[in-house]
Nanobody, 116 residues
Framework: QVQVVESGGGLVQPGGSLRLSCACSGFTFSAYAMSWYRQAPGKERELVASISSNGRGTNYADSVKGRFTISRDNAKNTVYLQMDSLKPEDTAVYYC?????????WGQGTQVTVSS
């Protein structure tokens, strides 16, 4: 059974940091590219960051470059998103995504709220 489970969300003040985790099971994690997406109320889901299956390639949305860092541990079947210098506009539900050719899996999401 495939499981993609995000954790680490919460309420943080502007300028603060959070680290999201996405624990995966039920598929060959090391063969999948992994991404973090987010969806704010009333907006479409957008790609935040992605990382290649071996971890050597990363890509970021312009809005988070220099503030967010995606990483993965293939031994732990987990992908992370370190979020620093958070802004109110980063408030959204953050989703973990796994993709390989025609197969794709999503998590249920974790809420991140940036507010004073």
């Amino acid at each position: 059974q495939v499981q993609v489970v995000e954790s680490g969300g919460g309420l943080v003040q502007p300028g603060g940091s959070l680290r999201l985790s996405c624990a995966c099971s039920g598929f060959t994690f090391s063969a999948y590219a992994m991404s973090w997406y987010r969806q704010a109320p009333g907006k479409e889901r957008e790609l935040v960051a992605s990382i290649s299956s071996n971890g050597r390639g990363t890509n970021y949305a312009d809005s988070v470059k220099g503030r967010f860092t995606i990483s993965r541990d293939n031994a732990k079947n987990t992908v992370y998103l370190q979020m620093d210098s958070l802004k109110p506009e980063d408030t959204a539900v953050y989703y973990c995504n796994a993709v390989r050719t025609s197969r794709e899996y999503w998590g249920q999401g974790t809420q991140v709220t940036v507010s004073s």
